[in-house]
């Protein structure tokens, strides 16, 4: 049923009985609204704990809160003396979201999300546990009767506050809450479709953002009274549903990605609205705007289905070039742009990737490494390989399912998507675009996954998930130095210009490295070994393309594991020897039985010496 609209006309404000609420016309573009008591009385909110951010919030506290006894909220900075992620995130303070100031989650949530069984066996189980240990990360939590009543752009009035002050909380319904992998990493559920994430996304019961009005304070007991209902129609949950709902594909239901499946009228109705929030909502609607006209545009694939020849001497076609999105709430978040300029360092202009915003990278690096990675380049072949694999492998179950799919929102963090295997990818390879762009790229080497891939992706850490599973075979793409400043563009293709170490294919540079061949413990923990010859060792730690950071720092840390393993053996052979020595000196007659003892005793403090005056370093 949709709750109907409070905006009251002049007749009935008139016989109203209540004191006419105001609200701030700077702040809102709705009218001046009157709402009688018998109607606030059906519609409100009575607050049952109020939350602070804790000192030692880390991955291990992940959303920690404590609770407070009141709180005083002001505009954009919300709940006075705690900071929270819209203020101490450098990114999400950019874009001044006032109108996530306040996350409030509702009593019946947590009662309808324990309802769900053995999947969310770690969330409370009862009132108490909920308010004891919020899971959301909400500020306040109320019990609001039916919060189905609750809708996009509602304002709400506190009442019973703190009689001393002078002003009265007024605070607006700007979004769901659309939340990220870290609600599972909270509450111990597992990633994709059986997680909390998943469900609370698509129904609306991860809590809601307000926006502050008018500061004041709040404790618990208080009430919140609509005042102010502009949009009726959208509640929380129909909001939820129509973007996240996979109203519009099914399968953007399973990775919990946007998707629209109504008119095209009503997306721009959304649009239009001015409470609804950036982050996660207006921008995501965008995105859905502009995928739909991508999706018409023709993917310039290397060998053409009309044309099922590629000229000899092109090995490469761009289908897709990439820049840092503005969606704070995913990872690694990608969004086309018709062409770019590459730059030696920089990379791609005008977008700042991690070799150049880490502080701690770059603190590290020297120039020559962080143009090493200074493009991540990933190829359609190996998004066709892992679809391929998704399709029987229930941990991939949130992993895109076309082609189409992974050129709209790449998986990886790319800049750029090839037609172009990465088992023809050798190290050192020079390559060259061949349409009047000086633009040249040097690959230096495969990607080494982090995490961030599972949390992408929402494939479970360790050897089950993506990281691993891309890690051995260089499925997660390869790094390249930009040896010469072009542009490069969708439909742009590359010639290869130089192979210096045809022999070490990037596949098998990964292979050799992560692929577990001198310890099959290490490739499930996703650390390095080395189960070849010394020499190929050292004739990767000679490589003058290969980069430092992750493989060549890699390789020495295996190479003196490798030393020390062989000084090792070299004392067990000497004290084994030994052994068997005086043994056998042990059965001759008393004087040449002590004189043979001492010779021994003295090559064996000799051949010590000689080992320790070459140390293994």
């Known amino acids: 049923m949709v709750p109907k609209p409070f905006l009251l006309d002049e007749a009935e404000a008139a016989v109203a009985t209540t004191t006419t609420t105001t609200i701030d016309s700077s702040s809102s573009s709705s009218t001046v609204v009157d709402v009688a008591d018998s109607e606030k009385e059906s519609i409100k909110q009575t607050v049952l704990g109020l939350f602070g951010r ?13 609770k407070i006894k009141d709180g005083y909220f002001i505009p954009y900075q919300g709940l006075v003396g705690h900071d929270f992620w819209h203020i ?13 100031a306040v996350l409030l989650q509702s009593i019946q949530n947590y009662r309808k999300i324990s309802q769900n069984g053995a999947n969310f066996k770690n969330l409370p189980s009862n009132d108490s546990e909920a308010l004891s240990d919020p899971r959301f990360g909400e500020q306040i939590i109320v019990d609001c009767g039916d ?24 605070l607006r319904v700007t979004a769901p809450r659309k939340s990220g992998r870290e609600l599972d990493i909270k509450n111990r559920t597992a990633p994709g479709r059986k997680g909390v994430y998943h469900l609370a996304t698509s129904t609306a019961m991860a809590g809601w953002f307000c926006q502050v009005l008018s500061e004041g304070s709040l404790t618990e007991g208080s009430e919140l009274v609509l005042v102010e209902r502009p949009h009726p129609k959208w509640t929380l949950q129909e909001l939820a549903k129509s973007i996240y709902g996979g109203e519009g594909d ?14 095209e009228e009503e997306l721009k109705e959304l649009l239009a609205i001015p409470y609804l ?11 859905i705007q502009r995928h739909k006209e991508e999706r018409k545009q023709p993917i310039p694939y290397l060998v053409s289905k009309e044309n099922n020849e590629a000229s000899s001497s092109v090995v490469a076609s761009v289908l897709g070039v990439y820049g840092r999105a503005d969606a704070l709430d995913e990872f690694m978040a990608r969004s086309q742009v018709p062409s770019g300029i590459f730059a030696p360092i920089q990379g791609l202009k005008d977008y700042a990737f991690y070799h150049i915003y880490d502080e701690d990278f770059l603190l590290k690096q020297k120039l020559q490494e962080r143009n090493r990675r200074a493009v991540l380049m990933q190829s359609i072949q190996n998004y066709r390989h892992i679809i391929e694999e998704a399709k029987t492998n229930p941990h991939f179950e949130c992993f895109p399912r076309t082609e189409m799919d992974v050129l709209l929102d790449p998986c990886f963090g790319e800049q750029l998507i090839l037609d172009y295997p990465s088992s023809d990818v050798c190290l050192g390879d020079l390559i060259a675009a061949t349409d009047g762009s000086t633009a040249r790229f040097r690959v230096t080497s495969p990607r080494k996954p982090c995490n961030e891939i599972d949390n992408r992706n929402e494939t479970v850490y360790g050897p089950k998930g993506l990281r691993i599973y891309t890690l051995s075979t260089a499925l ?18 590359f010639e290869l210009v130089e192979r210096p170490y045809p022999q070490w294919p990037v596949t098998e540079v990964a292979k050799a490295v992560y692929g577990g061949e001198g310890d099959p413990k290490a490739a499930a923990r996703g650390a390095a070994s080395w189960g070849r010859s010394t020499e ?13 950071y992750e493989w060549k720092d890699e390789l020495r840390k295996v190479l003196k594991k490798e030393e020390r393993k062989e000084a090792k ?11 068997s020595t005086t043994n056998y000196f042990g059965n001759m007659p008393g004087a040449l039985n002590n004189v043979s003892a001492i010779v021994v005793l003295l090559a064996v403090i000799a051949s010590f010496k000689m080992m320790f005056w070459f140390p293994d370093e």
Not at 88 to 100: H, N, Q, S, V
Not at 536 to 548: C, F, H, K, M, V
Not at 569 to 579: A, E, V
Request: proline content about 2%.
């Open 88 to 100: 101490y995130d450098e990114d999400a303070a950019e874009w001044e979201m006032g109108d996530r």
């Open 569 to 579: 053996r070299r004392q067990h052979r000497m004290l084994s020897n030994w052994r």
């Open 147 to 170: 919060d189905n009543d609750i809708c996009l752009g509602d304002v709400y009035s506190c009442v019973g506050g703190d009689d001393t002050s002078s002003s009265v909380l007024k």
């Open 54 to 66: 804790t000192s030692n919030e880390s991955s291990k506290a992940c959303m920690a809160r404590k």
């Open 250 to 263: 099914a399968t953007a239901l399973v990775r919990c990605k946007p998707s629209w499946g109504r008119s």
């Open 277 to 287: 929030s950036e982050c996660g909502w207006k921008e995501k609607l965008r995105t």
């Open 476 to 493: 997660a793409g390869w790094f390249c130095s930009v040896e010469m400043e072009g542009e490069v563009k969708k439909g742009t293709t």
């Open 536 to 548: 190929r060792l050292q004739e990767l730690l000679t490589n003058p393309y290969l980069a430092d």
